[in-house]
């Protein structure tokens, strides 16, 4: 069945294969699609300055993914959170409801409708091989996030596990609030074009993430049937150009 009306915070690619090609993502620009995203751009914004700060004191490298601090830990909580905000943001623009406060199992709904676990998120800069992080690749089987479990152990029992407050989980988290970004809002940040400064130049299926520091690459195993199949420029003008996703 084609998919003739996009998904609120919801990026998916065309019948051919791309999420670009002819203008199709501005979608996203839609004043109705997502109303409130400035304020979590905003706060992203903020959070991957302070991650960027942290790099002029730990040097991003394997070998320092167990270095831990107080401002790791810091980043990581504020990532968490940001994490457990785009969840809920998604989730609640499409009318998911539950009676009691929602957890990583709600948020887990989020991998059918959003093929979380095949993003990838690379770091411009980076000495070793784990440049390249997939945030959410334990959603492909049963099981949680070994970033997301550890920042509890640190912020509820740091006496005993503050060495989880670790730089790699750091990394992890924040490299999932750029995939949640970049599932909700494409590369589009709200922004007038042309402000951004980035490192590197994005290659091998890679984009320039929101932020213009990150590089981001987007699923592309989407089954036909569940494929944005609409021509935007022909939607765009109707009362009601999205849809809600069923979870």
Known sequence: MSITTPFFRCVRPGRDGHYSEGGRW?????PNYAPDAVHYLRAFEVLQQDFQRLLEYIEPADENESTYSFRCMEILLRACGEFEANCKAILGANGYVKKNELKVPDYRKLERTHHLSEYVVRLPVWRGLRAERRPFDRWQSPGGFV???DHHGAKHNRHIEFPKA???NVVDAISAVVALLASQFYTYDFRPQGLGTSIGQPADGFELAIGDYFHVKFPV???ADDR???DWQAVKSDPNPFQVLTF
């Open 221 to 223: 195993n989407w089954n």
């Open 26 to 30: 501005m979608y996203v620009t839609h």
């Open 228 to 230: 944005y199949a609409f």
């Open 147 to 149: 970033w997301y479990q």
């Open 166 to 168: 670790s730089f790699g």
